[in-house]
């Protein structure tokens, strides 16, 4: 089992396919996915808001102005002002799409909010992305200041002697605490990188079904005296089995590290725990590929391999590899059919970064790792019986 363990690495390692298809391509789909997603992702800070104001003698005049010459100066700043002269010239920023939305007070301090027009550049490309929210962010500091106004109007009208309820009144406090949904802060694209780990992991399949593959008595000479040894067969395969899981995991490791500290994606602090599902993950691929390895296929390792090719492709489907569609029709079939998470190994691997980024407890990604092992353990356990019963009619 030992000298089956150290050909396998050796030969796995002299093997450019296992290469490029175990380490190589997750990175390369990981860079990809880096470019793609640059602009969706955050800081999680909100961007000043450009907004041009009506500079007239009114708005000089008017509490609002006030109100936005604070919310326009700190580091936090929530909106970037522009002073112009008139309206004419405001709405020309407006149409050329230099500013999100316009202010300017009347004579009886009111506020008017202008916003930018469906033509506008406001509306059109990345820029659109952060439009609504600086819509709604315009159009609630108008209506809040409105509403405040006249609250204070009606206190003053019915109590005009109690400055209390005045102050009352101006007060917007609330008592609040903040309470975490989930234990990292929520990003839409870290799902890809999930699923594409998991993709990753059944990729890694292929190591064990080429280790499995050059193990048969029909693969070489050297294999064919290897089976008329003394080492039982299913020793062999277990050999076969610890080396490729091996590699698998030294290269699924490598291609996490890039995932965590190149494209910089959060794993929640959780990146120990994430190398303890690697290596459970990579044990269920390594056992999936010694059972395809074992199968009695007429194109050997060609016909194992895009056997395994064609079948990580349709499991990520269910995983929401491709895109928002995928992933809206993963969530679908996993709601209406949860059971399907569990035998779906790409939804499985993928559940299991997912627990870790979203729960606090540990409980769910136990039960993923748990089920990665056991699914193993089951696909060993249909190999060794194909494996050790197969007859050769010459060597």
Not at 163 to 187: I, K, M, N, Q, Y
Not at 339 to 366: Q, T
Request: hydrophobic letters at 50%; a negative charge; proline letters at 4%.
């Amino acid at each position: 089992m030992r000298s089956t363990f150290k050909a396998t690495v050796k030969m796995l390692l002299r093997t450019p396919g296992a290469i490029v298809w175990a380490l190589a391509f997750p990175i390369l789909m990981a860079t990809l996915f880096m470019f793609m997603f640059s602009s969706m992702r955050t800081d999680g800070t909100v961007d000043a808001v450009p907004v041009a104001v009506v500079a007239d003698g009114a708005w000089e005049e008017s509490t609002f102005s006030q109100v936005i010459d604070g919310l326009a100066s700190g580091d936090d700043a929530l909106v970037a002002v522009r002073e112009v002269d008139d309206a004419a010239e405001a709405r020309s920023l407006l149409e050329e799409g230099e500013v999100d939305g316009t202010f300017e007070v009347d004579e009886a301090g009111a506020p008017h909010l202008t916003v930018a027009p469906k033509s506008s550049d406001a509306h059109q490309g990345e820029r659109g992305r952060s439009y609504g929210i600086n819509r709604s962010i315009l159009e609630t500091l108008a209506s809040s200041y409105v509403q405040s106004a006249a609250l204070i109007e009606e206190v003053a009208a019915s109590d005009p002697a109690d400055p209390v309820a005045v102050a009352r009144a101006l007060t917007l406090e609330a008592g609040s605490e903040r309470v975490p949904l989930t234990r990292g802060t929520p990003d839409e694209t870290v799902h890809y990188y999930y699923a594409l780990m998991s993709m990753a992991a059944l990729l890694a399949s292929q190591l064990s079904m080429l280790a499995v593959a050059n193990i048969r008595p029909t693969a070489s000479a050297v294999a064919a005296r290897r089976s008329i040894a003394g080492v039982s067969r299913v020793r062999q395969l277990a050999g076969a089995l610890a080396g490729s899981w091996l590699l698998s995991v030294a290269f699924l490791t490598i291609a996490f590290c890039y995932v965590r500290f190149v494209v910089n994606i959060d794993f929640a602090g959780r990146e120990v725990l994430c190398l303890v599902g690697i290596a459970g993950s990579a044990f269920m691929a390594a056992g999936l590929g010694s059972l395809v390895g074992s199968l009695p296929l007429h194109g050997g390792a060609s016909a194992g391999s895009g056997i395994l090719t064609g079948l990580t492709c349709v499991l990520s489907i269910f995983a929401g590899l491709y895109g928002e569609p995928t992933m809206k029709l993963a969530d679908a079939i996993a709601r209406a059919v949860p059971v399907s998470a569990w035998i779906n190994p790409a939804k499985l691997v993928c559940d299991l970064f997912h627990s870790l980024y979203f729960y606090e407890s540990l409980a769910p990604f136990a039960a993923r790792l748990a089920a990665c092992i056991a699914w193993g353990v089951v696909f060993f356990a249909f190999a060794a019986p194909l494996f050790r019963r197969q007859r050769y009619a010459h060597l």
